[in-house]
């Protein structure tokens, strides 16, 4: 007998040159996974964590008990929205490349996620979004010049110039700062959740970690915090397969599913497929519902496909074979829910190039006025005394100095 | 008025806030039905409820996290860290999160969140209950900190802290939450009863977050400190039989360096002290300030007495600690300067 016990050292199943492998996702076929009440205990419903929820089916027929039954006009504006996030990732992924901004992070692949989601809360709900969420800034009316200038740090940039790209806010529409330190606001939407009890309001709050950053202790403080209090909060894991080079199964997703994470702790999870519209939005109104009647948190993961690079700093192609994404089984949210409107004869494909095109012109609208505010080589710039505020309530005077002395430096007199 | 310890101070002003303003809670392990492990928080439970006094689990990280969470959506959550070399589970949430929330985003978004925690050596605390951590905060940008000496201060700098918009670092030196501690671990413990400073009003006031106090007046020396040195500074500038001038600077971020100014230019010889260990301690920060202010009015190096560089020991508190004698030593070498 080995007295030498071998560590696993977790691979995925495919590298550059490999044929794609997903024979590990385990999938239930749509509408097999039943729908249980949304005052079930959580003890009856584990399975649910492990399955995986799914709406429609490979012919875009939508099926079984979650089918959401949600109206065509509702449909199609979840598609415009996928599209627009699409049309507007393409638009700043090729700014960055011709040197406009920074850096940039697309959300290709996963749009579903953001607006399945984001159309099964309330206005008054808080959500606390991670960085590949943009969706949800975009279907919460932050506006893309908004959203644009903030990529260009430019005059009417919305973190006056301290954030790097797409890391966006937007309170009057309930949304929070994103934060660049992974998994931090898990545990904060917790609190603000917490807070709306206390306080004896029925707004709950939600969050979003990748598969990745379910390694951090913050997203175990989270989920602890959450069971233990019952507070009000949705939190979600956008399970994408890939967190920058490393595989899922390299933060743990190899024996049990993300979903099952909050089991242990009484909590339910949800395993659902990412790229279903109808099943996100499904599951999410189920778990945003239970939440708001006292029923507590759940957790959610969705599975899902990163279908472009980590960022405009990397490149995939080094650690994952290149064509992956066209062999995922769950496929493309933007094409199944265009095929699945087709399908029910309320779509087509001329209404569906028309649309591309608006939101091509609509995005290419909002650049041509969003550099007018200044680009990082083109004036206006911002005032580089914005620099200084903010850091407290009120300037302290150390601060007011050192304001003071690089205004001087700089010759700037105000 | 009523004659308090550190400890009733500090519950007073808990007591206030949460009778005053309904958006403060009080959030932290073991201080609901128990009342803290140094009492700090014992009957509010039972008189605010279990929905503002809350016990949390033991993860310092998901306290901070969560409480910066309450303070997004209104509410005043003041935390207690059960001692501050539990602090750093946390210390990620403090730098990345509750410093930076309003910076980054343009003053739309902030948590005014107060985190209360023991600190400091002098109680048999060995390397893991008595470290003094406060320069680690100091060096962050956008919390502000500090550390209290008296009753009367605690109350009315706490109160502060919780009122302010800004998050604050609230540091409580353990080894006087029942008495001012002289430096002399040879006499017996001292209780609050007869200072003056353990007078302390029955409501609300309060005491700056920018504003150090100059407790001792004199002429030949300045010393520059904070926390249980304090104590320990005023009996070493009398048994060295000097006329120093004593700051306890109270507030360590934001500094109020027009006191130290003036008073070093006054006296042209500075001493700083504090438990700390001396190496980037907060000190320095000190000693570089009155370098550029005062450079042309001193007549000696600035002195440090501090922590030695080294985890804080068990068996050898007291060669440790920077007790009277050593302040004395300092002081005399300073005064011996021509």
């Given amino acids: 007998m080995t007295k030498n016990p071998k560590l696993h050292i977790p691979q995925p199943t495919a590298r550059p040159g490999d044929a794609p492998d997903f024979s590990y996702l385990n999938l239930s076929p749509a509408g097999s996974v039943e729908r249980p009440p949304i005052d079930a205990r959580a003890a009856d419903i584990e399975h649910l964590a492990l399955e995986m929820v799914r709406v429609l089916d490979d012919d875009h027929v939508a099926k079984g008990p979650w089918d959401p039954g949600l109206d065509t006009e509702t449909l199609i504006e979840a598609l415009r929205l996928m599209v627009l996030t699409r049309t507007y990732d393409e638009r700043m992924q090729r700014m960055q490349r011709q040197g406009k901004i920074t850096f940039y992070m697309q959300a290709l692949g996963e749009e579903a996620v953001s607006i399945g989601q984001g159309l099964a809360f309330e206005p008054g709900d808080m959500l606390f979004p991670a960085y590949r969420n943009q969706g949800l800034y975009i279907m919460r009316d932050t506006g893309l010049v908004n959203m644009m200038c903030q990529c260009l740090s430019n005059s009417r940039d919305m973190c006056k110039g301290r954030q790097m790209p797409i890391f966006y806010q937007n309170k009057k529409s309930n949304l929070f700062t994103i934060s660049g330190n992974l998994a931090t606001q898990f545990p904060q939407a917790v609190g603000w959740a917490m807070g709306s009890s206390i306080k004896g309001e029925d707004h709950i709050a939600a969050s979003w970690v990748g598969d990745g950053s379910t390694a951090e202790a913050d997203f175990h403080y989270a989920l602890t915090f959450a069971a233990v209090y019952n507070a009000p909060v949705v939190l979600n894991v956008t399970n994408n397969q890939w967190a920058i080079s490393t595989f899922q199964g390299t933060a743990g997703g190899e024996r049990r599913p993300f979903a099952a994470r909050g089991l242990g702790l009484g909590m339910p999870g949800i395993r659902v497929d990412g790229n279903d519209l109808l099943a996100v939005y499904a599951v999410t109104r189920w778990a945003a519902d239970r939440a708001r009647s006292g029923g507590g948190p759940t957790l959610i993961e969705l599975v899902t496909y990163r279908g472009g690079a980590h960022s405009t700093s990397d490149d995939p192609s080094r650690y994952r074979p290149k064509d992956e994404w066209k062999f995922f089984p769950l496929g493309d949210p933007v094409v199944r829910l265009k095929q699945h409107l087709i399908k029910e004869g309320n779509w087509s494909e001329e209404q569906h190039s028309a649309m591309e095109v608006e939101m091509k012109t609509t995005v290419i609208e909002a650049w041509k006025e969003a550099i007018t505010y200044g680009t990082m080589t083109e004036p206006p710039f911002l005032d580089v005394k914005l620099m200084f505020e903010d850091v407290f309530a009120e300037m302290p005077d150390h601060l007011k100095k050192q304001q003071e002395k690089l205004l001087k430096m700089q010759g700037v007199t105000s | 008025?009523?004659?308090?310890?550190?400890?009733?101070?500090?519950?007073?002003?808990?007591?206030?806030?949460?009778?005053?303003?309904?958006s403060v809670i009080a959030f932290g392990q073991d201080i609901g039905y128990f009342g803290g492990v140094f009492r700090c928080t014992e009957g509010l439970q039972k008189k605010y409820g279990e929905h503002r006094v809350i016990d949390a689990p033991i993860a310092e990280g998901g306290i901070v996290g969560t409480a910066i969470g309450l303070g997004i959506n209104g509410l005043r959550p003041v935390v207690e860290i059960q001692f501050a070399d539990y602090i750093y589970p946390g210390f990620d949430q403090i730098v990345s999160e509750l410093s930076r929330l309003r910076y980054r985003s343009s003053g739309e978004f902030f948590s005014p969140v107060t985190i209360?925690?023991?600190?400091?050596?002098?109680?048999?605390?060995?390397?893991?209950?008595?470290?003094?951590p406060e320069g680690i905060f100091t060096h962050l940008s956008g919390v502000k900190t500090v550390m209290v000496s008296n009753p009367y201060d605690a109350k009315g700098l706490l109160i502060s802290a919780i009122e302010s918009d800004d998050p604050v670092i609230f540091f409580e030196p353990k080894r006087i939450y029942n008495g001012p501690f002289n430096g002399d671990p040879e006499q017996p413990p001292v209780s609050w009863a007869t200072h003056p400073k353990g007078e302390v009003p029955d409501g609300y006031y309060t005491v700056p977050l920018d504003k150090a106090e100059i407790v001792e007046e004199g002429e030949d020396l300045t010393i520059i400190t904070y926390g249980t040195i304090v104590h320990v500074a005023q009996a070493a500038a009398k048994k060295a039989g000097v006329s120093a001038e004593i700051i306890d600077v109270r507030t360590l971020m934001p500094l109020d360096v027009d006191t130290i100014r003036d008073s070093v230019n006054k006296t042209g010889r500075a001493m700083v002290a504090h438990e700390a260990t001396r190496f980037c301690g907060y000190g320095a920060e000190l000693v570089a300030t009155i370098q550029k202010e005062c450079f042309w009015h001193l007549e000696a190096p600035i002195s440090r007495v501090t922590g030695w560089d080294t985890p804080y020991p068990h068996a050898f508190e007291w060669q440790y600690f920077p007790v009277q004698q050593r302040l004395v030593n300092g002081i005399r070498s300073l005064m011996e300067i021509e």
């Fill in chain 2, 116 to 132: 209360r925690t023991p600190c400091g050596g002098g109680i048999r605390g060995g390397q893991t209950h008595s470290q003094s």
């Fill in chain 2, 1 to 22: 008025m009523s004659q308090m310890s550190m400890i009733q101070a500090i519950r007073s002003a808990h007591d206030v806030m949460l009778e005053k303003d309904p």
